[in-house]
């Protein structure tokens, strides 16, 4: 009788097996998921960072253009408030165009541009600009020049630097 009533043997999956397979598989895609979408929302901050950098050394490149076809003095730099905002803008002319600079901020998209020239003092000894300025050594022939460039509620990016008048 014994032969007659032989066990099966159970080759297959039971019902519970499937489903801790199919929770395993669901925990895996959430988990992709969620790192596809944060890995488009560090891809998205990434790209305004970098436009906000190309339009703050597009600004820093407009001074520079600036500086070159004005007298510092007369209609350049120098003649400038100091302390006030400031826009580049290109002005299309058919004998010379060039970068003029305008009072307030610039709107390019989501972005606000402005740039601010303050004035700075350098020690006599050492020709070393000051952290800080100080009228009694007052180099009106260098700005410094200050890019901001924001967007978002706080999101922004600056840049500083100086220039020079070339001919002093």
């Known amino acids: 009788m014994n032969k007659i009533f032989k066990k099966i043997p159970n080759d297959g999956f039971s019902l519970v097996e499937i ?3 199919i929770t395993i598989i669901v ?3 959430v988990a992709l998921s ?3 979408i944060y890995s488009i929302y560090i891809a998205s901050l ?3 960072e970098l436009l906000a950098d190309h339009l703050a050394v ?3 490149e407009a001074v520079r253009s600036f500086r070159n076809s004005t007298d510092w003095d007369t209609d350049g730099i120098g003649s400038l ?3 006030d905002s400031y826009h580049p ?3 299309i002319d058919t004998a010379s165009s060039s970068w003029q600079m305008a009072t307030g901020t610039d709107s390019i998209n989501q972005y606000e541009r402005s740039v601010v020239f303050d004035n700075v003092s350098r020690s006599t000894s050492t020709d070393d600009i000051h952290t800080n300025y100080d009228p009694l050594y007052d180099d009106p022939k260098t700005r410094k020049v200050s890019i901001n460039v924001s967007w978002g509620e706080n999101s922004s990016t600056t840049i500083i ?3 020079t008048s070339w001919f002093q």
């Open 89 to 91: 803008y290109f002005v």
């Open 19 to 21: 489903l801790v397979a």
């Open 81 to 83: 408030t100091v302390g």
């Open 161 to 163: 630097s100086y220039i």
């Open 58 to 60: 597009e600004a820093m």
């Open 34 to 36: 969620g790192f596809n």
């Open 46 to 48: 990434t790209r305004e």
């Open 27 to 29: 925990v895996a895609l």
